[in-house]
């Protein structure tokens, strides 16, 4: 069996599906590895490195013929051209935002699996390439924060004078929303947080932040997989409304809420963006589901009224090097659990690749991923 790891060519990318350590334990396993040339590059994982794991070198037809591709990004219609038919492909797919690409996956004869359907169980943990993401990404929100704010986050004594610590508000504490704390409470702020998750009120203390508690009276937010519920739109109004005094004395707002497979809630009103003091800062992770601000421009950096909002589409891919590492074992996992020298089998019984599986055998497989392509 062989595996082929394309280069990344969508704008922005730098990760790479599979690091120089992860190839060498595929290929002990009997797997023969295809890098294309410079595939690890823009991660600082060299061609000699991924050679000296016994990876073969090659060129970018050669690593998409393989019997199994992994990638990181969702491929374009000349990258599904390239793919062997009957062959897989395993990587983010975007199977929810474009189902269309699941559609020419299928057309192709390919079957794909999918890195955002994973189900999250435990058995899967190993393979959770979302949680590995949101984490990274958690973390350099509050860095991109800190890096524009024009104040200190940490309080300081000095001589000259006591500066008063950053105040940092958390909406959505998810994985993102928890790193996004733990970080920002590192680097010295006060740190708020607040999800419509009742069940993430200690996770949030146990950080040594302070929960929001909005007196909304919602009910149970978390559904059967542990991710939050829409609010009806009522709710989602007033929720706005009482969000906006903690918003106004925050410093740095990040908010990471999702509800998977539909556009970002709207948490912060272009009214709350002007509640806040001129220098303060935004980083709406949520910006490629549209934004939890809605000012956010997706991708772009905007000022309003002083106010710095940030709309990041990628932030692991400015991590390379640890995304990669974290990706590739992810991918690994997925690799292992359904490859081996004999080959890759495809196995609706069971429950991870009946979940994750968005194309087998020239039709869509997945229930909703069908379902959106029918709308
Ligand atoms: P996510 O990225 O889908 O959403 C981020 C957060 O936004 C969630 O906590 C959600 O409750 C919150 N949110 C949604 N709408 C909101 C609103 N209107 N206001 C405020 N907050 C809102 O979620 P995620 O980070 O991927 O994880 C969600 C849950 O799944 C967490 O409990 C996490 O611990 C759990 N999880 C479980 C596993 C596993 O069992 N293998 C793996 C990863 C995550």
């Not at 020419?104 to 699996?113: D, F, H, I, M, Y």
């Not at 001589?159 to 993102?176: D, E, M």
């Amino acid at each position: 069996m062989t595996i082929g790891i394309p280069k990344e060519t969508a704008s922005g990318e730098r990760r790479v599906a599979l690091i120089p350590e992860v190839v060498g334990r595929l290929q002990r396993d009997g797997i023969e590895m295809i890098l294309e040339k410079g595939a690890g590059e823009a991660a600082f994982y060299s061609d000699e490195a991924y050679e000296a794991k016994g990876a073969r070198i090659a060129d970018r037809t050669a690593a998409f013929q393989a019997d199994v591709v992994v990638k990181v990004q969702p491929p374009s219609d000349d990258e599904i051209a390239l793919l062997r038919p009957a062959g897989v492909l395993i990587g983010f797919l975007a199977p929810l935002d474009q189902p269309e690409i699941a559609e020419k996956l299928a057309g192709r004869g390919v079957t794909a699996l999918s890195m955002e359907l994973v189900p999250r169980i435990s058995r899967a943990q190993s393979m959770d390439a979302l949680s590995a993401m949101s984490s990274l990404a958690g973390y350099k929100a509050v860095l991109v924060a800190a890096e524009a704010l024009p104040k200190f986050f940490p309080l300081l004594t000095t001589a000259a004078g006591t500066i008063r610590p950053a105040n940092v508000l958390v909406l959505g504490a998810g994985v993102a929303g928890l790193q996004a704390i733990a970080t920002a409470r590192r680097l010295g702020a006060r740190v708020w947080g607040y999800d419509i998750r009742e069940a993430v009120r200690e996770e949030i203390q146990s950080l040594g932040a302070q929960f929001v508690d909005l007196t909304l009276d919602v009910g149970d937010m978390q559904d059967a997989g542990g991710y939050g519920k829409a609010l009806a739109e009522e709710k989602a109004r007033r929720q706005t409304e009482l969000l906006v005094p903690h918003i106004a004395k925050a410093d740095v707002v990040i908010t990471t809420a999702l509800i998977p497979g539909r556009t970002a809630p709207t948490l912060i009103t272009a009214a709350a963006v002007e509640a806040m003091q001129p220098g303060s800062v935004i980083v709406d992770l949520a910006a490629p589901n549209g934004g939890n601000c809605a000012l956010t421009r997706p991708g772009e950096t905007v000022t309003h009224q002083g106010v710095q909002l940030f709309g990041p589409l990628n932030l692991p891919a400015t991590m390379p090097v640890h995304a990669s590492q974290l990706y590739a074992r992810t991918v690994l996992a997925m690799v292992k659990e359904f490859a081996g020298e004999a080959g890759f089998t495809a196995n609706f019984e069971d429950e991870i690749f009946k979940g994750s599986c968005v194309a087998h055998g020239g039709a869509v497989v997945h229930d909703r991923v069908k379902g959106l392509l029918a709308a």
